[in-house]
C-alpha cells in the first residue's frame, strides 16, 4: 500500500518564477491538505483539499493556489516567489469523515535564490 | 485562535534514559491533541491523539501523553529511549471542521539522544 507520495524532492527557482508541486494521496484517501515547514519551525497550514474544491485555507497569500484531480491527486503552485517561500512543502491526505489522522508524505524542498 | 507551545527546542537525553517533551496549548473548546514524529528527511508520522476520555494515552513505540486540563499541558513520555528516537517532535491542537481536522503545529522539539 503506497503512502503519500510528493514530486519533485528537491527544486530551485529563482525570485519572481513560478513552481508546482505535487502529491498523491494515500490510497483511500480523499482529502489533501498542504502545510509550509520552514526551518527550525512547525508546519504551517495552506489550505485542504475535497471533491475538488478548496474546503479551508489559511493564512497565505492568493499566490498560493491548488488543484485536486477527480483521481485525489495534488498540486500546489506559488507563484511569484520569493526568497521567504523557500521551505519544505508538506502534503498531507486523510479521508472525510476523518479518524484525526493525517499521512504526510516527505516534502518537496523549495529553494528560492 | 488556537495555538501551541513547546517550550524546548533543543533536548539531549543518554540512551536508556527517560524522556518528557512538554507541549501547553491555548484553545478555546475541549481540545483535540496530537504529537507526530519526523525522522530526518521523513514526513511527519501520528504517536498518538487525544480526543476525550482516559487523560493517559498510549501510542507507538512505546510513547504515552498525559492531558492535563488545569495546565492545559499535554506532555509527551517514554520511559526507556532509544537511540532511533531520535528525531523532531510535534505537538499539535485541532478540532473537526468540515468533517476533517487543521491542527495547529507547535515549533517542535528536537530530540538528541547519546549512546
Known amino acids: 500500500d503506497a503512502g503519500v507520495t510528493q514530486s519533485p524532492t528537491h527544486l530551485i527557482k529563482t525570485r519572481g518564477q513560478q513552481v508546482t508541486l505535487r502529491c498523491s494521496p494515500k490510497s483511500g484517501h480523499d482529502t489533501v491538505s498542504w502545510y509550509q515547514q520552514a526551518l527550525g519551525q512547525g508546519p504551517q497550514f495552506i489550505f485542504q483539499y475535497y471533491e475538488e474544491e478548496e474546503r479551508q485555507r489559511g493564512n497565505f497569500p492568493d499566490r498560493f493556489s491548488g488543484h485536486q484531480f477527480p483521481n485525489y491527486s495534488s498540486e500546489l503552485n506559488v507563484n511569484a516567489l520569493l526568497l521567504g517561500d523557500s521551505a519544505l512543502y508538506l502534503c498531507?491526505?486523510?479521508?472525510?469523515?476523518?479518524?484525526?489522522?493525517?499521512?504526510f508524505g516527505e516534502g518537496s524542498r523549495l529553494t528560492v535564490l | 485562535a488556537q495555538s501551541v507551545t513547546q517550550p524546548d527546542i533543543h533536548i539531549t537525553v543518554s540512551e536508556g534514559a527517560s524522556l518528557e517533551l512538554r507541549c501547553n496549548y491555548s484553545y478555546g473548546a475541549t481540545p483535540y491533541l496530537f504529537w507526530y514524529v519526523q525522522s530526518p528527511g521523513q514526513g511527519l508520522q501520528l504517536l498518538l491523539k487525544?480526543?476525550?476520555?482516559?487523560?493517559l494515552v498510549q501510542g507507538i513505540k512505546g510513547f504515552e501523553a498525559e492531558f492535563k486540563r488545569s495546565q492545559s499541558s499535554f506532555n509527551l513520555r517514554k520511559p526507556s529511549v532509544h537511540w532511533s528516537d531520535a528525531a523532531e517532535y510535534f505537538c499539535a491542537v485541532g478540532a473537526p471542521s468540515g468533517g476533517s481536522y487543521i491542527p495547529t503545529f507547535g515549533r517542535g522539539t528536537s530530540l538528541i539522544v547519546h549512546p
Open positions: 487525544y480526543f476525550s476520555g482516559d487523560t
Open positions: 498531507a491526505s486523510s479521508q472525510i469523515p476523518a479518524t484525526g489522522e493525517l499521512f
